[in-house]
Nanobody, 123 residues
């Protein structure tokens, strides 16, 4: 059974940093590209960042470029999202996801999803 479990969310102030983690089990982690998505109340889910199976390629939404960094540790079956200079507009539930056919931004292409972790940024 595939499981993706996010952690690291919380309540922070604008300008603060958080690091999210997503621990994967039940799949050949190094065979999957990984992505982070977020969904704010009343809004559609949006792509945040993605990383290839090797970690050699990354891609970011324009809204987070330069502030967020995605990375992975294949030995630990874990993907991370370092979030710096957080803004109130970053408030959302952040979920990690896995896809077996390469890096991409379309949520529908991701096969497995975690439950999400809440990030709240106060002004």
């Amino acid at each position: 059974q595939v499981q993706l479990v996010e952690s690291g969310g919380g309540l922070v102030q604008a300008g603060d940093s958080l690091r999210l983690s997503c621990a994967a089990s039940g799949l050949s982690f190094r065979s999957y590209a990984m992505g982070w998505f977020r969904q704010a109340p009343g809004k559609e889910r949006e792509f945040v960042a993605g990383i290839s199976w090797s970690g050699g390629s990354t891609y970011y939404a324009d809204s987070v470029k330069g502030r967020f960094t995605i990375s992975r540790d294949n030995a630990k079956n874990t993907v991370y999202l370092q979030m710096n200079s957080l803004k109130p507009v970053d408030t959302a539930v952040y979920s990690c996801a896995a896809r077996g056919d390469g890096l991409g931004v379309a949520a529908i292409k991701y096969h497995y999803w975690g439950q999400g972790t809440q990030v709240t940024v106060s002004s």
